[in-house]
């Protein structure tokens, strides 16, 4: 068997929500109204996310924004539209007392206009003691937004200010603020938002200063490209997002290739594999892409894909609403269809794919039988434009995850790298299949199914 879990997160299933939307706020904020509490919304959620395996809610920006959450205005309130930080303390409580771990998004690279201390730089300009937060603030020319000065906006965005976190007073605000929301909220991580941009220097400390507030706080990062060991390692970050497995999740059953999503994980975790030890964070779809279902031809390949995220190495999540096979799509300049305020009792009752969550605790269960799933190695067995095969193992523990994603039953021969006596799949009902010289025979693999054979 395994070796018992060290960290909280390397099980962990997730559950990923964009606030604003999900809670129906308005969209902007007018920085005057009493708080509204609607955040109290997420706790209606709590059982079903108990129902899914749920483990950790990754939530999306949550404090003081003009806009969107990630234009911060205050770092040490929560967005009025939402609630108070009573409200938001209250709901921390209630996911920690159901056994669901808080990760907050920290949104470090940049404010927005509404910023305490650059609305001090527009008052007084080149006298404000706040002039170096600010990248590549200067007083010769005038910003695109009307200000007597320039200043570097996130990529090339002027709404959004980008921090000098080379500057000793800026950590220090944003490390009060972090010790702030783990003493009020209890917060067991951050998502740390454009992680790739930010100062290395500044992770560092931030890494440091976290481990020693709370021993087993989690850094996850936002990364879309680039070697992932620039910032996870054991100086920063413990997790960053898989952009490139996000993409082949989907595309490889579009195109009916699953060689994509085999190439790349294989080079990610197989046996010379760059990221064999880290825990990447797995997404099917989030904030900022194209709802999975709204990526697929056919919405039962949402099955086997959802397969391939819990049983491949790393954290698995979902966003919300996904787990009923929702729809949604960004245009250039809207977001607002991946981000809906949804209905619970709506979409038990009526949901595109109303079998879907139930499926996704099989899953989450059959983690928490074979630990082997989230703490073994990664071996590739059997590739083919629709069937792929794989084997997590750990000692003496061996797994094999069978996929086929065709419209059609698949014959499926799987070679085996050690020796073997029969499997026993553990995703449908505990069929037995035999090992004849050293291949699993798979009769049938159901259509746009899978399973998963435990070794004997």
């Known amino acids: 068997m395994s070796q018992k879990k060290q960290e909280w997160w390397q099980d962990a299933i997730f559950y990923h929500i964009y606030p604003l939307g999900f809670c129906g706020a308005l969209t902007r904020n007018d920085f005057r109204s009493e708080p509204v509490n609607r955040i109290k919304k997420i706790a209606d959620w709590i059982p079903h996310l108990r129902e899914l395996g749920v483990t950790a809610l990754y939530l999306g920006p949550v404090f003081e924004s003009t806009y969107h959450g990630y234009d911060t205005a205050d770092y040490h309130r929560v967005d009025r539209r939402l609630g108070s930080n009573a409200d938001l303390a209250v709901l921390s409580r209630n996911l920690h007392e159901n056994g669901i771990r808080l990760v907050l998004d920290g949104v470090f690279n940049h ?16 006298v404000s003691e706040y002039c170096g937060w600010f990248a590549n603030l200067r007083f010769d020319g005038r910003s695109p937004c009307g200000d007597p000065f320039t200043y570097e906006g996130w990529s090339g965005n002027h709404d959004l200010v980008k921090l ?20 009020e909220f209890g917060i067991d991580g951050l998502r740390l938002d454009a992680a790739d941009v930010l100062d290395v220097e500044y992770l560092k400390e931030l890494r440091r200063f976290t481990s020693a507030l709370k021993p087993d706080f989690w850094l996850m990062g936002e ?3 680039g070697d992932y060991r620039r910032l996870a390692n ?8 898989n952009y490139e497995c996000y993409k082949g999740l989907y595309s490889s059953l579009v195109d009916k290739n699953y060689f994509e999503i085999a190439w790349s994980l294989n080079r990610q975790f197989g046996n010379e594999g760059i990221y064999r030890d880290l825990t990447l964070y797995n997404f099917a779809d989030n904030h900022d892409v194209d709802r999975v279902a ?3 031809d056919n919405p039962a390949l949402l099955y086997p894909l959802y397969c391939l995220l819990y049983t491949m190495p790393g954290i698995p999540s979902i966003y919300y609403g996904s787990e009923w096979g929702i729809t949604g799509k960004r245009s250039r300049s809207d977001d607002s269809a991946l981000r809906p305020c949804p209905d619970l009792r709506a979409l038990q009752a009526s949901s595109p794919q109303p079998n879907l969550p139930e ?25 083919s434009h629709e069937q792929f095969a794989f084997l997590r193992a750990k000692d003496n523990e061996r797994v094999v995850v069978a996929l086929n994603s065709a419209a059609e039953p698949a014959l499926m021969t799987i070679p085996l790298p050690f020796q073997a006596t029969r499997a026993i799949d553990l995703l449908n009902n505990n069929e037995t299949f035999a ?3 050293g291949k699993l025979e798979l009769p049938t693999v159901p259509a746009r199914w899978a399973r998963v054979l435990k070794q004997e």
């Open 111 to 126: 404010v927005g206009r509404d910023f305490f201390a650059f609305r001090d730089v527009q008052q007084k300009g080149q």
């Open 164 to 183: 000098n976190l080379a500057n000793p007073a800026v950590r220090e605000h944003l490390f009060g603020a972090v010790r702030a929301w783990v003493e």
């Open 223 to 225: 990364i879309v490209g």
């Open 234 to 241: 054991l100086e920063m970050l413990h997790s960053v997002t």
């Open 294 to 296: 709204s990526s697929l």
């Open 359 to 383: 499926v996704l605790r099989r899953f989450a269960d059959l983690r928490a039988v074979l630990p082997v799933l989230w703490d073994g190695g990664y071996t590739q067995l059997l590739v």
């Open 435 to 437: 090992v004849h010289e």
